[in-house]
């Protein structure tokens, strides 16, 4: 946080050191950042980290004005676009699309109104529409998540895998794990969907250890559903047999790996801080010259013990 | 002519293990008014059910135009031509009189519905039966009388050749009668045949060319009207003698007021009503069906809301809010609308008779001694000889009379004082009124007092010491002892005496 | 109309009640049957704990709302309201944690909260259905959502975690066990069996039954259809409190995705019960079947992988609707 404010407070000052006639004499910025609601942890963290970038912009930019819309679905984050263009006459759009297909003509019509726009995380189906694309790297972080279960498990053993809700990147991030662990002689007992939720998780986790005499490891994927998971297994007395790999960063999470927790020996980072990147970055095209266009692409590294507190934001609800 | 139109042949029916109707031979001529009269029981709608589709015969044969016929449902006998008038509604209560009309027989023009067509055709046929209902009421927003016409605007609407009445006049005025009565006659001009069941014989008399009795399943005469009397209907219907219809009129009202009716106003309904009534009196209340009877009493009992008004019971003002503060003062009061609001039709006589007593049940812990109700429920079966299948039957399985015993079972569970009885035979047969009546009078006999609404005059005069005229929400007329006549309520009742004042009521 | 002509219809109708009544014990049978031959892990007294103790919060739901739609209403805010109730259950206790301390005062002061929020909830729904005159649908469909913003709003948008210290001693609710059997079994139990008493055996419960039949007969019959009626959704909030405060020690939290979907299972398995969703009728022993059915199917789609996950759904619909018709298939023409 020190760090990111750091930073922006640089860009700041050598704006209005470079360019200060210019920002003085701007209109009026007004930037649309359109979410979907906090329905699960991550996107919680994905709306704490909107309101608390909006405050500090406005707060540091008199000039920027930021309206932040929250969406139950698609359909309604669609509507909020045409809010969002006829009633607060936006210069530019922050969006982390609900859905990548339907929001695509959306976006494009918002685009062909003359509207700056930034996506994040979640790609449009089709590409040139947007001006920046901030986006999580999906099939990093299964990916790594592999990487590690192959080097933990010594390239052999039997896991199981709870999976998100099926979308495109629960789908990317499947793909990418299995390109890696299927090379090796890991035998994945079986998937389900966990639905990126405490309670499936747990629910899951009872059936397959139910089921399944000898468990290695499980791929949580996400850190709602190996919340969940933790608990399965200690009411099962299996701690000591397996370990977990969460995903996303999740503070209570990033607090057990810190802590060197045998269950949970690490996670892979998805931040939801991926917002709060999108939104300064477009604040900045606004408040100074250099160009920011292009992809941004925010990795997914491993967290361990040894760097864990660099990811921990205690303040955060994720 | 050429034979009967439709005829039936050894016909029997049967429910599960039991005969409800023996070798049925009827026949129907063309052009005819045929009644068919029997007690509750007797098979009479049974066999208009298999006539019309409703039922598939067990054994028998039907005949139509001495063809063999096999009705597997209403809709197969309505293009036969034969055309059946409910006894309960059949009209859909969301859609308008027009859509009910031509329900399922919608016309269209094109892919559309030919609205302008059927509201035409709906407005003709409202207007031979000469009612005000319009085609673009919804039906909910209907009387049960404006309800009844609007069954029988269905049925001729259809063009049938034979057409079924089942108690059509139940819930009619006199001068709806004579208009419905006119009406059919001017369809037996055009060689259209009906079959009339009735309870009501002076009205069988009055109308019907032929009459078949029924009696337990079988059909014990068919002969033309003019060699019967009403008495004599009676007898066969009820194979006893039915001279004495109703009780003597041996009871005389104790002086004591024990209700107290001050200017009571509910309204829309009722305008400044007052009325008493005394200890062991029977007193009737007449008037048109809309004329603010039941709404009165409702609001007397705290079913509805009374906007001024006072209320004595014995003497002493009774604050009665709701239905349960009437029935702490011991007043119960039986509903005109027996399925609708009186009973419980999906459930036992069981759990329908104690519903209105149930705190007298509840035992420790607050649970219901189910003892004591099977007791009730068996005397109860006894006291008002209810003819049900077992004692566990479902109130919709039973026929009208008895439902309106268990009915009646119900009210008394609370041991009242005062009752106030709306319409208490409508809808049953010739034997369980009797039954009903002499039952009035046992209760008068027994220090109770009662109040009784009806739309039949003889039965108010058969049963009445005393009447009160209603017109229009207001009380117009007040009569007892010799003034007791047709002429003389129908004269306050139609308006032609009494005026709009108040100025004839509680004459004692 | 005639006096005789009933004995089919009686004949019939009692045949169909019997099947009502055991409809959903066969279907239970016949799914534990089922699950048994896809994998014998399934009967195992390890995994039917578990699918019994998790059928627990939908079941004590469940119960609750047999007396809301036996009725004639329906709630389905119950997902919502548990989801609220267990966020302020969480934020209170782990308040008192510093006032009170860590120990079984604290929680009992959830408990209470808990009982207290459930029916002050339930409350607000019944009188704003009767006092109102607004179709309760439309009102639990509105409470629903208030009390699922509320939780997410205490919650700042993210997850609400009981103090690690308390859950140590608030642990055993969920994962204890007295006389071998999961504590949330025994709950689950006990609240049927006195449901059972109440819908069955009392005046409360037969007026329930009377109004839903026909609420004007029940008005006619001096009944206080408004107060019975709120009466039913008070029940039902209860039933949603010590739903809650066996969830709450599971997994320790409650987020906006807590309780998603509880109150059509709840809905489900009273339907699966054989209670009809127009009122009037009542099976609570159906109901508390149709919860431990749902749950199973659950478990028994992750015991195998013979059915594509993909699937799952649509097993789910295709058991649910069977097991309805199983119940029905006495009736016949």
């Known amino acids: ?318 | 002519m050429a034979g009967p139109i439709l005829r039936t042949t050894n016909l029997c029916k049967d429910f599960g293990p039991v005969r409800v109707l023996f070798d049925m031979d009827f026949e129907l001529q063309p052009g005819e008014i045929h009644a068919v009269i029997g007690e509750n029981g007797a098979g009479k709608s049974t066999l208009v059910k298999i006539l019309s589709g409703y039922h598939q015969p067990t054994e028998g044969q039907v005949l139509l135009r001495d063809r063999p016929v096999k009705f597997q449902s209403t809709k197969d006998a309505e293009d036969a031509g034969i055309c059946m008038i409910h006894q309960e509604f059949n009209l859909a209560n969301d859609l308008t009189v027009e859509e009910n009309i031509f329900l399922g027989k919608e016309r269209r023009r094109g892919l559309f519905l030919d609205k302008r067509y059927m509201k035409e055709h709906s407005r003709e046929v409202l207007a031979s039966l000469e009612t005000d209902v319009s085609p673009n009421a919804r039906v909910k927003n209907l009387s049960v009388s404006q309800k009844q016409m609007v069954e029988i605007a269905k049925a001729v609407s259809r063009n049938a050749d034979v057409l079924i009445m089942d108690e059509p006049t139940a819930v009619l005025t006199r001068s709806e009668i004579n208009v419905l009565f006119r009406l059919i006659r001017s369809l037996q001009a055009k060689g259209v045949s009906v079959i009339y069941i009735s309870h009501k014989l002076d009205e069988v008399k009055e109308l019907a060319d032929t009459v078949t009795v029924l009696r337990d399943g079988y059909k014990v005469a068919t002969q033309p009207i003019g060699e019967l009397t009403e008495d004599m209907m009676a007898t066969m219907m009820v194979g006893r003698e039915m001279k004495d219809m109703f009780p003597d009129k041996d009871l005389e009202p104790k002086p004591d007021t024990v209700l107290d009716v001050r200017g009571v106003t509910s309204p829309g309904y009722a305008v400044d009503c007052s009325f008493h009534l005394k200890r062991q009196e029977i007193l009737g209340f007449a008037g048109l069906v809309g004329s603010g009877r039941t709404e009165l009493m409702e609001a007397i009992v705290g079913l509805r809301q009374r906007s001024s008004g006072q209320i004595e019971v014995n003497g002493q003002t009774a604050s009665i809010h709701a239905y349960r503060d009437a029935i702490s003062r011991n007043i119960v009061y039986l509903s005109e609308d027996r399925k609708g609001k009186g009973l419980l039709v999906e459930k036992t006589m069981g759990f329908n008779l104690t519903l209105l007593a149930l705190k007298q049940y509840v035992r420790r812990l607050g649970m219901i001694d189910e003892t004591a109700e099977a007791v009730s429920l068996r005397k109860a079966i006894e006291e008002f000889e209810i003819r049900a299948p077992s004692n566990t039957a479902v109130i919709n399985t039973l026929s009208g009379g008895n439902q309106q015993k268990v009915a009646l079972g119900k009210i008394m569970e609370v041991d009242p004082e005062i009752l106030i009885l709306d319409e208490p035979t409508r809808g049953i047969d010739v034997g369980t009124k009797q039954q009903i009546y002499f039952f009035i009078h046992e209760l008068a006999k027994q220090g109770k007092s009662i109040i009784v609404i009806s739309s039949e005059l003889p039965e108010l005069i058969g049963v009445c010491q005393r009447i009160i005229v209603m017109r229009s929400g207001h009380i117009v007329g007040d009569v007892s002892g010799a003034a007791i006549n047709e002429e003389e309520i129908m004269r306050y009742a139609m308006g032609i005496k009494g005026g709009n004042n108040n100025e004839q009521q509680s004459a004692g | 109309m005639s006096s005789k002509a009933p004995a089919e219809t009686q004949g019939a109708s009692r045949f169909t009640l019997d099947f009502r009544t055991l409809g959903p014990f066969v279907a239970l049978a016949l799914l534990m049957i089922l699950g048994t031959m896809i994998n014998a892990t399934f009967i195992s007294s390890a995994n039917l704990t578990n699918v019994l103790t998790r059928s627990a919060f939908i079941g004590i739901i469940a119960v609750g709302a047999t007396f809301v739609i036996s009725a004639g209403g329906i709630d389905l805010s119950v997902g919502s309201m548990a989801a609220f109730i267990s966020g302020v259950m969480i934020i209170a206790m782990n308040h008192f944690v510093n006032t009170v301390g860590v120990n079984w005062t604290t929680v009992m002061i959830g408990m209470g909260l808990s009982v207290a929020l459930g029916l002050a909830a339930g409350l607000a729904n019944g009188l704003v259905t009767t006092k109102g005159r607004i179709d309760s649908f439309i009102v639990t469909l509105g409470t629903m959502g208030i009390y699922r913003s509320l939780v997410t709003y205490l919650a700042d948008g993210g997850t609400l975690s009981l103090s690690f210290q308390l859950r140590g001693i608030y642990r055993p609710v969920y994962y204890g066990s007295f006389l071998g059997i999961p504590i949330p079994l025994w709950a689950f139990f006990v609240v049927a069996v006195i449901g059972w008493i109440v819908l069955n055996k009392t005046r409360f419960g037969r007026y329930c039954l009377a109004i839903g039949s026909n609420a004007d007969v029940a008005a006619y019959s001096a009944i206080n259809v408004d107060r019975i009626r709120t009466l039913t959704y008070v029940v039902q909030g209860l039933c949603v409190a010590v739903a809650t405060i066996i969830y709450v020690p599971r997994l320790g939290s409650a987020s906006a995705s807590t309780g998603v979907l509880w109150e059509l299972e709840a809905i489900a398995a009273v339907i699966i019960g054989g209670t009809a969703l127009k009122g009037g009728t009542s099976r609570l022993w159906g109901t508390v079947a149709g919860a431990i059915m749902l749950s199973m199917i659950g478990n028994i789609l992750n015991l195998t992988d013979a059915i594509s996950q993909y699937l799952n759904g649509a097993v789910q619909g295709v058991i649910i609707i069977v097991a309805v018709l199983v119940q029905r298939s006495g009736k016949g023409r």
């Open chain 1, 1 to 318: 946080m020190k760090r990111v404010l750091g930073i922006l407070l640089v860009l700041v000052l050598a704006a209005a050191l470079f360019v200060p006639g210019q920002v003085l004499a701007q209109d009026q910025v007004t930037i649309g950042v359109s979410i979907p609601a906090a329905t699960h942890g991550w996107t919680g963290g994905v709306n704490y980290w909107a309101r608390v970038t909006a405050d500090r912009l406005q707060e540091q930019h008199p000039n920027i004005n930021i309206v932040l819309l929250t969406a139950g679905s698609a359909g309604e984050q669609a509507n909020d676009l045409e809010d969002l263009v006829a009633i607060h006459n936006i210069d530019a759009l922050v969006i982390l699309p609900f859905e990548s297909d339907p929001l695509t003509d959306p976006v494009d019509f918002v685009k062909q109104s003359g509207v700056f726009v930034t996506v994040v995380d979640r790609g449009l189906a089709r590409e040139g529409i947007e001006d920046i694309y901030v986006a999580g790297d999906n099939p990093a972080m299964g990916r790594v998540s592999g990487e590690y279960m192959v080097e933990a498990l010594g390239g052999e053993g039997k896991i199981v895998i709870l999976r998100g809700i099926p979308t495109v990147i629960d789908n990317q991030r499947f793909d990418a794990f299995m390109e890696v662990v299927d090379e090796t002689d890991i035998e994945v007992l079986d998937w389900a969907y966990a639905y990126w939720n405490r309670d499936d998780g747990f629910e899951v986790m009872q059936d397959f250890l139910a089921r399944f005499p000898e468990i290695d490891a499980v791929w949580a994927q996400d850190d709602d559903i190996a919340l969940g998971v933790i608990e399965a297994v200690k009411q099962a007395g299996r701690e000591d047999e397996l370990f977990i790999i969460p995903g996303a960063g999740m503070k209570e999470v990033i607090a057990r790996v810190m802590e060197g927790d045998r269950l949970t020996p690490v996670n892979v980072l998805y931040p939801p801080a991926m917002i709060a990147t999108a939104m300064e970055v477009t604040a900045l095209v606004f408040v100074s010259d250099a160009p920011f266009m292009g992809t941004y692409i925010i990795d997914s590294p491993l967290i361990t013990p040894e760097n864990a507190e660099r990811f921990y934001f205690p303040d955060s609800p994720f």
